[in-house]
């Protein structure tokens, strides 16, 4: 089975960028999506960005236009570009492959920005 592993989170300030990575390794022929999802302290994961194997991409409403996701295949590797961040960007953001109908986790990477 697929692994996942993120890297790339920080502490920002308002309007600042960060730039997430995540390390694909194992099972990749089974993925279907590729996405990003984050959990702010006492509430539910989110989802913030998928791309699907066709390379269609969805995003949430409160990251459009702030947020890319993207894949580079030559180093097996998912990234999530953001700009303009927000202080309720802040949150554990994980990284999702859905595989042969089940969803992996990766370990999640802090994202927190400051005020």
């Known amino acids: 089975q697929v692994q996942l592993v993120e890297s790339g989170g920080g502490l920002v300030q308002s309007g600042g960028s960060l730039r997430l990575s995540c390390a694909v390794s194992?099972?990749?022929?089974?993925?279907?999506?590729l996405g990003w999802y984050r959990q702010a302290p006492g509430k539910q994961r989110e989802l913030v960005a998928t791309?699907?194997?066709?390379?269609?991409?969805n995003y949430a409403d409160s990251v459009k236009g702030r947020f890319t996701i993207s894949t580079d295949s030559a180093k097996n590797t998912m990234y999530l570009q953001m700009n303009s961040l927000k202080p309720e960007d802040t949150g554990v953001y994980y990284c999702?492959?859905?595989?042969?109908?089940?969803?992996?986790w990766g370990q999640g990477t802090q994202v927190t920005v400051s005020s």
């Open positions: 194992g099972g990749r022929f089974g993925i279907r999506a």
């Open positions: 999702n492959a859905y595989e042969w109908g089940t969803n992996r």
């Open positions: 791309m699907a194997t066709g390379g269609t991409t």
